[in-house]
Antibody, heavy 121, light 106 residues
Framework: QVQLVESGGGLVKPGGSLRLSCAASGFTFSDYYMSWIRQAPGRGLEWVSYISSRGDILFYADSVKGRFTISRDNAENSLYLQMNSLRAEDTAVYYC??????????????WGQGTLVTVSS | DIQMTQSPSSLSASVGDRVTITCRPSQSISNYLNWYQQKPGKAPKLLIYAASILQSGVPSRFTGSGSGTDFTLTISSLQPEDFATYYCQQSYRFRTFGQGTKVEIK
């Protein structure tokens, strides 16, 4: 069965950095786009970034552009999010989600359990 | 960027009620619209994709409709397990979620 397991969250000071990981299993990881989506405490869902299946197409929400970098290792079935210059407003649960399979309908059918990032001094 | 506006932001309803949630994108998105259900402390669950296709395993009381700039999620007869927050999401250009609609018990 499809599994997505995030790790790497924690407490970090403003201006600090953190790298999130998402381990994928149960499907052909290299066939799918992947996304990071976050949810601040008590707030709605915010799409953060996606990466194409080969890692050559990357897009970011304006709120994180220039500070966050998405990447993937298809050999390791892993997705990453490098987060730099963190701000208090980046505090959220971060989910990885399986995104597009080319030539099919986009949907976030599978999600991880989420990892909490807290930015506070 | 495409903004997604859901209405209402919250609603109170009783078991057995018919519930309708609306999602309006800031520009036409054809049928690139998905609906999710989220319960507290859990990851969202896909309900409807491509505006009207019911995800496998989702009860038939959930229906989606619409295209362009006007979409609707309808729950025909609200069940106790349906009390949750619902989100629309577009994939016409990048990805954007609506702000959510919380369905509470009346």
């Amino acid at each position: 069965q499809v599994q997505l397991v995030e790790s790497g969250g924690g407490l970090v000071k403003p201006g600090g950095s953190l790298r999130l990981s998402c381990a994928a299993s149960g499907f052909t990881f290299s066939d799918y786009y992947m996304s990071w989506i976050r949810q601040a405490p008590g707030r709605g869902l915010e799409w953060v970034s996606y990466i194409s299946s080969r890692g050559d197409i990357l897009f970011y929400a304006d709120s994180v552009k220039g500070r966050f970098t998405i990447s993937r290792d298809n050999a390791e079935n892993s997705l990453y999010l490098q987060m730099n210059s963190l701000r208090a407003e980046d505090t959220a649960v971060y989910y990885c989600a399986r995104d597009l399979l080319v030539a099919t309908t986009q949907k976030f059918e599978y999600w991880g359990q989420g990892t909490l990032v807290t930015v506070s001094s | 960027d495409i903004q997604m506006t859901q209405s209402p932001s919250s609603l109170s309803a009783s078991v057995g009620d018919r519930v309708t949630i609306t999602c309006r994108p800031s520009q036409s998105i054809s049928n690139y619209l998905n609906w999710y259900q989220q319960k507290p402390g859990k990851a969202p669950k896909l309900l409807i994709y491509a505006a009207s296709i019911l995800q496998s395993g989702v009860p038939s009381r959930f229906t989606g409709s619409g295209s362009g700039t006007d979409f609707t999620l309808t729950i025909s007869s609200l069940q106790p397990e349906d009390f949750a927050t619902y989100y629309c999401q577009q994939s016409y250009r990048f990805r954007t979620f609506g702000q959510g609609t919380k369905v509470e018990i009346k």
